[in-house]
């Protein structure tokens, strides 16, 4: 079973940085970005390999997924064998490339690594979030299972003057993940999906649940993105392709706190995604609050 992560984007928020490094390999504290998303795929049981949707423009992506028998003896030859130790370790993961030589939208990216997914469910994990304890797919794959292998996908209420910037589901709470009493929209409810749009107007969302942009999904996916005209934004949307799967199989929805996750899609949340993660680690806390010094340390309150 394969996980895709699409990584086409020019990353046009972060430059002039990503005129020489590509969004996804900036670092979260000292791993890249996307070694996070990698590692938060290969997590549920079954996922033997990753594939990066990358674009031609971006190349060091691939440079970095690959083993450097060089550089790794040379870091050994100085002593560093811990260090020699991580960029193998980061070489080695079962990652492989397709390309999207034009970025048409998410379901075209998707789309582009058909034939990587041999006939089987996989994961969409979108690349601008991660999710530090790596759960919400293994979640999802568990609301699959008790639902006899259907298309999961993650949710979370949010304001309804945001709608328009998601891709919003209809539906109806159908129980929780663990069996639990749980309100609607609480963490760990259950929806059975009755529609999908993408992008919708506020006055024509059809409940306040948006795709938090994991997603688990029947092969059939990949046919019918085949055809699949442009919708919002005159972009082929990953999102009509599902709606028009939902006349065919069943599809669930689980609602996760999104808090959950990391998001590195603007030069802020990075900036504040890094603060967290030195914040909750153990080895950095002290360094880090020391560097940003007492000023900034209170404004942080
Ligand atoms: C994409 C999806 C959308 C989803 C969102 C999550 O939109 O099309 O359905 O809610 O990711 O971040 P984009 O952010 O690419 O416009």
């Known amino acids: 079973m394969k996980a895709i992560i699409p990584a086409a984007g ?18 979260v ?27 031609r423009e971006k190349p060091q992506i691939e440079s970095y997924f690959h083993v450097d028998d060089e550089f790794e003896s040379m870091l050994r030859g100085r002593g560093k064998a811990k260090e020699a130790d991580l960029v193998h370790a980061a070489g080695a993961m079962p990652v492989s490339f397709v390309y999207q030589d034009d970025p048409k939208g998410l379901g075209h990216a998707v789309y ?28 999802m794959a568990e609301v699959s299972r008790a639902h006899n292998n259907a298309s999961v996908i993650a949710v979370a209420p949010v304001p309804a003057d945001q709608v328009s910037r998601y891709g919003i589901i209809a539906g109806e ?47 059939r996916i990949m046919d019918l993105l085949a055809d699949q005209g442009v919708g919002a934004g005159g972009e082929i949307q990953l999102t009509d392709a599902m709606e028009r799967l939902l006349s065919e199989e069943e599809m669930y929805a689980v609602v996760v706190d999104p808090e959950e996750g990391c998001d ?32 900034a340390a209170s404004k942080l309150a």
């Not at 938060?40 to 594939?51: F, I, N, Q, W």
């Open 112 to 139: 582009c690594a058909a034939d990587a997914v041999d006939d089987e469910p996989f994961f969409v994990l979108l690349g601008d979030y991660f999710v530090p304890d790596r759960q919400m797919c293994v979640k």
């Open 10 to 27: 020019l990353g046009t928020r972060f430059l002039p940085s990503t005129k020489g490094t590509p969004k996804e390999l900036l670092p």
């Open 173 to 219: 709470c159908v129980g929780s993940l663990d069996g639990s009493e749980v309100a609607e929209e609480d963490e760990g409810a259950v929806w059975k999906v009755t529609g999908l749009v993408e992008k919708p107007a506020p006055e024509e969302a059809p409940s306040h649940l948006f795709i938090v942009g994991r997603y688990l999904l029947s092969p």
């Open 264 to 295: 590195t899609g603007t030069p802020a949340a990075w900036a504040a995604t890094n603060a967290r993660l030195a914040l909750a680690d153990d080895a950095q806390r002290a360094a880090f609050m020391e560097a940003l010094g007492s000023e």
């Open 29 to 55: 504290l000292n791993k890249p970005v996307i070694q996070y998303v990698v590692e938060e795929a290969l997590e549920p049981a079954g996922v033997d390999g990753v594939v990066i949707v990358n674009s």
